[in-house]
């Protein structure tokens, strides 16, 4: 039986528990503000850690990995560039995957809007994202994936919501929108603007249990890569 540790107690930590659960996993430790700390020392070694706690957590959680050489499928969002070459650094120690979204969905809608800004060459581009009342960082990790999908070599000036007499769109300028309200689990719109046409990719998420979902089935083909740094598109994706 696969073992694991979870990292973040909250609703999408105990959803991961119930999924890797069912999946099959035993459950070695919970992990959460109180008893993060345990994870530098004391924490038993599992065959994959899942975190989807906070970036504060994020010292505690490498430290975990390189002592025990644990897996680590991270589903942490409003990292910092800091944090996230600390988990790209963990590749060296275990099999460690980053995303901030684990819909299979979303996979799919970035590489859809990476193909439609390679095809539509010269149209204007807008990023939507909306979500619950309770989220923390904007704009979403997913909707700055998408922004990375879209223009891979960081070309683009990103606005962020406008106001004023801001006056003629750029040519090479990306907007990025974020919403706030009610109990949206996620939605994300990557508008494409032309000439009298638009084309619209957009995936709406009803609960967070897709993620929950994307997130163990992350964890069990993790469990079996070699060391490095991988994307969910790569441990989806790639033979």
């Known amino acids: 039986m696969p073992s694991a540790v979870v990292v973040g107690a909250g609703r999408m930590g105990a959803l991961v528990r119930k999924g890797l659960e069912e999946a099959g996993f035993e459950i070695l430790g919970v992990y959460d503000i109180e008893n993060v700390g345990e994870l530098d020392e004391m924490a038993p070694a599992a065959d994959?850690?899942?975190?989807?706690?906070?970036?504060?957590?994020?010292?505690?959680?490498?430290?975990?990995?390189?002592?025990?050489?644990?897996?680590?499928?991270?589903?942490?969002?409003?990292?910092?560039?800091?944090?996230?070459?600390?988990?790209?650094?963990?590749?060296?120690?275990?099999?460690?995957?980053?995303?901030?979204?684990?819909?299979?969905?979303?996979?799919?809608?970035?590489?859809?809007?990476?193909?439609?800004?390679?095809a539509l060459v010269g149209f204007d581009i807008e990023i939507v994202e909306t979500h619950h009342n309770q989220k923390a960082d904007a704009p979403s990790g997913t909707a700055k994936a998408l922004l990375a999908a879209v223009d891979p070599a960081g070309e683009c000036a990103v606005a962020h919501g406008r106001e004023g007499m801001v006056g003629a769109r750029p040519a090479r300028e990306i907007g990025m929108h974020a919403l706030r309200g009610g109990t949206v689990?996620?939605?994300?719109?990557?508008?494409?603007?032309?000439?009298?046409?638009?084309?619209?990719?957009?995936?709406?998420?009803?609960?967070?249990?897709?993620?929950?979902?994307?997130?163990?089935?992350?964890?069990?083909?993790?469990?079996?890569?070699?060391?490095?740094?991988?994307?969910?598109?790569?441990l989806m994706f790639s033979n």
């Open 48 to 118: 994959v850690a899942m975190d989807f706690s906070s970036a504060a957590a994020t010292a505690h959680v490498a430290a975990y990995v390189r002592r025990t050489g644990t897996a680590l499928v991270s589903g942490v969002t409003g990292l910092g560039e800091q944090e996230l070459e600390t988990l790209r650094g963990l590749g060296n120690a275990a099999a460690v995957v980053h995303s901030p979204n684990y819909s299979l969905g979303v996979a799919v809608l970035r590489n859809l809007a990476a193909r439609a800004a390679e």
């Open 185 to 234: 689990a996620g939605v994300h719109e990557v508008h494409f603007l032309g000439l009298d046409e638009e084309v619209t990719l957009a995936h709406r998420a009803t609960s967070r249990q897709v993620f929950a979902t994307g997130a163990v089935e992350a964890a069990k083909r993790i469990v079996s890569k070699p060391k490095g740094f991988y994307t969910f598109d790569q």
